[in-house]
């Protein structure tokens, strides 16, 4: 049995904010327990701090290994002016540091089998300067995961995701690779 965190419990929304709010919390009960509990009991305060100094521990090391602000918009401006035979090389070089064997499809909406682990991902990349991503390419990347029976499907896209679109890829558990996580998959990429 796999357990799965809710993503609004208060653990996963410290996971996705600052380490150093979770820090704080740590940091607040903490002195908490001295100042409102007897000295006897002022332990527990500290106690109900570990689980938060852990969490600031882990969105610490998270943001630190995540690229920054400033490197994520250069590698979005120079796979924007990539043309289609530079880009899929350098995704497909990054996918293959990864980890992954890399096969190249020629089937409309996809572009890539990934493996790995005895695991296949479907990716699809051709449109990633597209300005808007609506739902019918998501639709035509889940047909060739569905035909293919991949466990996992990505889209790329640098422009902006519809809304409906977004809808669609977290019902049918399609992952959508932004600016940040193609940052992090061209980490090599001279911007």
Not at 63 to 82: C, F, H, K, N, W
Request: overall charge positive.
């Amino acid at each position: 049995m796999k357990f799965k965190m809710s993503q609004n419990s208060i653990f996963a929304v410290l996971l996705r904010s600052p380490w150093w709010m979770s820090a704080g919390v740590a940091v607040l009960l903490s002195v908490g327990g001295f100042a409102a509990l007897p000295l006897e009991y002022a332990a527990m305060g500290v106690f109900a701090a570990v689980p938060f100094a852990v969490i600031a521990i882990m969105a610490a090391y998270k943001q630190l290994r995540a690229p920054s602000g400033t490197r994520v918009q250069a590698v979005a401006e120079a796979a924007a002016g990539m043309s289609w035979a530079d880009f899929s090389r350098t995704v497909e070089a990054g996918f293959q540091r990864d980890g992954c064997e890399v096969q190249r499809l020629q089937v409309p909406g996809a572009d890539f089998a990934l493996s790995k682990d005895g695991h296949v991902a479907i990716v699809s990349a051709k449109r990633w300067k597209a300005a808007r991503v609506g739902v019918e390419p998501l639709r035509e990347l889940q047909a060739v995961r569905e035909k293919r029976g991949a466990r996992e499907a990505i889209y790329i896209a640098l422009g902006e995701v519809s809304d409906n679109a977004q809808q669609y890829a977290k019902s049918q558990g399609v992952s959508l690779m932004a600016a940040p996580e193609l940052a992090k998959l061209l980490r090599d990429l001279k911007a």
